[in-house]
């Protein structure tokens, strides 16, 4: 069963993480995804990284669906143009659009307030998180709507719920978190007339390529971690996120969820999907029931 064949998705920020995750999965349901990032085979971007678009779109494929890379800084207006123009060229048309752009992790200064945070690092970080997706939005969603039924989604860390409740670990990516979920709901005020959607949806505690790497752990023995930090019980692959992303675009009645703040394990339970291990893990309940209220670290019934 291919439910996204026949589908045009772009993953804005599908290097690597959770957009490459989103990518694959879409591709496993048949989608042509279009995979965007600064950092390709042959130029890498200020996090100096080695994961590639070109490896993604091959993931893409591998799973079953046409992965295309395209090099795009979405911070450039006119770079972000000219990758519509592609799209409309080859395929006439968008059904999906994921925009997951990031890129501050090596900017973000943890618990540190803003009158010691670099202030330089901290408006770059919103516009990476922020304008990116508000300059991919108003390039991309023109062909988006030219047909009913398409699917925004809004990547972002955290539910409303917790972020309305919890600090997020600085006033910067407090600010950037928050702010996309806000964009999700103005997005599907806007998109109602033309019968599009738009969600916010939050991954868990991610094991990223980045996180593996900075517990020194891959994903065959992830749980070598928990040693280090007991929470990581609780986390989840890229893939656990693509999967909700992708049910959402194969949900015909998917406008049910237009504005809301959704995470991965809370549409698991709905879509019946899992994780790669076969589990479903609930973090942002996990997150408040058991970080949030001092229990030790103890994944059963959350996952």
Known sequence: MKPLQGKVALVAGATRGAGRGIAIELGAAGATVYVTGRTTRSQRSEYNRPETIEETAELVSAAGGSGIAVQ?????????????????????????????VWGGEHLAEWHVPVWKHSLEGGLRLLRLAIDTHIITSHVALPLLIENKNGLVVEVTDGTDEYNRNNYRLSLFYDLAKTSVIRLAKS??????PY??????????????????????????????????????????????VGRAVAALAGDPDVARWSGQSLSSGQLAKVYGFCDLDGTQPDCWRYLAEVHAAGKPADASGYR
């Open 187 to 192: 997005l599907a005020h806007e998109l109602a």
């Open 195 to 240: 019968h599009c959607t738009a969600v916010a949806v939050t991954p868990g505690y991610l094991r990223s390529e980045m996180m593996l790497e900075h517990y020194g752990v891959s994903e065959a023995n992830w749980r070598d971690a928990i040693a280090q930090d007991p929470h990581f019980v609780i986390s989840e692959t890229p893939r656990f």
């Open 72 to 100: 795009v800084d979405h911070l450039d207006p006119q770079q972000v143009a000219v990758l519509l123009a592609q799209i409309r060229r080859e395929q006439g048309r968008l059904d999906i659009l994921v925009n997951n």
